[in-house]
């Protein structure tokens, strides 16, 4: 896995815009265009969201990215340096092919012009064909704001005529992913059966070590949460573990056969 962050004598380092774009620039001369990018406010969205769906993916030979929009920092147990650690052991676990950090402001986040530019620098140099953003409705501020930052940095990333760095492109479908802070009785456009991705999901949540597994009783609750919520949407679709998905565009499928 290719990431974002560095070490200086052993120690991570959150790197400036200019150096994600640095870093990505020489990513996308030696590499393909990325299949999926699952963009999320903090490290571990993408993982409490669609951890599973993730993995099962990068095994059926899609290529994956995850780009959290911060650090995370600053949270009661972590520091910048033991998320970035943490990040990249959980990207690992899962098997995906990049993790960018980007140098957004983690609780302050918003969709503004400067921010939406910075997120279009990022896709417009991966590349995606399917992108992922946080559902729309939170009450957490950053996750509202990421799901509208994202959809209007898609938008952007297809603008010619620009000094933004990369070449133009436009991701063919978003969609939404839950990590919400809400109580809320969600209604998915689709769930995808992930069970064959659950220890993978399970494992990588444990390798964040200062947000979920400060003590064995702590991942306890996380690995039951984690669990309920999939059983619940795998029973919805006849399946032992499941994932939800939301989208605001209409889905076209090909063949009647993949529908379960
Ligand atoms: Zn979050």
Same mark, same amino acid.
């Given at each position: 896995m290719q990431l974002s962050a560095y070490q200086v004598n052993g120690v991570w380092q959150q790197p400036t815009h200019a150096e994600i774009i640095d870093f990505l620039t020489a990513y996308a001369r030696e590499a393909q265009p990325?299949?999926?990018?699952?963009?999320?406010?903090?490290?571990?969205?993408?993982?409490?969201?669609?951890?599973?769906?993730?993995?099962?993916?990068?095994?059926?030979?899609?290529?994956?990215a995850i780009v959290d929009l911060t650090?995370? *920092? %600053?949270?009661?147990?972590?520091?910048?340096?033991?998320?970035?650690?943490?990040?990249? $052991? /959980?990207?690992?676990?899962?098997g995906i092919d990049l993790r960018v950090t980007m140098d957004l402001p983690n609780r302050y986040l918003e969709d503004t012009v400067e921010n939406r530019i910075k997120v279009a620098e990022v896709l417009r140099l991966i590349r995606p064909r399917i992108l992922f953003a946080p559902y729309w409705v939170d009450a957490h501020p950053d996750h509202r704001a990421a799901a509208a930052l994202v959809e209007a940095a898609r938008f952007y990333a297809k603008?010619?005529?620009?000094?933004?760095?990369?070449?133009?492109?436009?991701?063919?479908?978003?969609?939404?992913?839950?990590?919400?802070?809400?109580?809320?009785?969600? *209604? %998915?456009?689709?769930?995808?059966?992930?069970?064959g991705g659950m220890d993978a999901k399970l $494992? /990588?949540?444990?390798?964040?070590?200062?947000?979920?597994?400060?003590?064995?009783?702590?991942?306890?609750?996380?690995?039951?949460?984690?669990?309920?919520y999939g059983r619940y949407w795998g029973r919805l679709i006849r399946r032992p573990f499941g994932e939800p998905f939301f989208s605001r565009e209409v889905i076209g499928i090909e063949s009647i056969h993949s529908i379960l």
């Open positions: 990325v299949d999926v990018a699952v963009v999320a406010p903090h490290p571990d969205d993408a993982e409490i969201a669609m951890g599973a769906t993730i993995s099962i993916l990068v095994r059926q030979g899609l290529k994956v650090n995370g *920092e %600053p949270t009661p147990a972590g520091t910048v340096e033991t998320r970035l650690a943490e990040a990249k $052991a /959980a990207g690992e676990i899962l603008l010619s005529k620009t000094t933004m760095s990369g070449v133009r492109h436009y991701p063919a479908r978003i969609f939404h992913f839950s990590s919400n802070h809400y109580r809320l009785h969600l *209604e %998915p456009s689709f769930v995808f059966d992930c069970t $494992a /990588a949540l444990a390798a964040y070590n200062t947000q979920f597994n400060t003590d064995e009783r702590q991942f306890s609750e996380v690995r039951a949460a984690i669990e309920s």
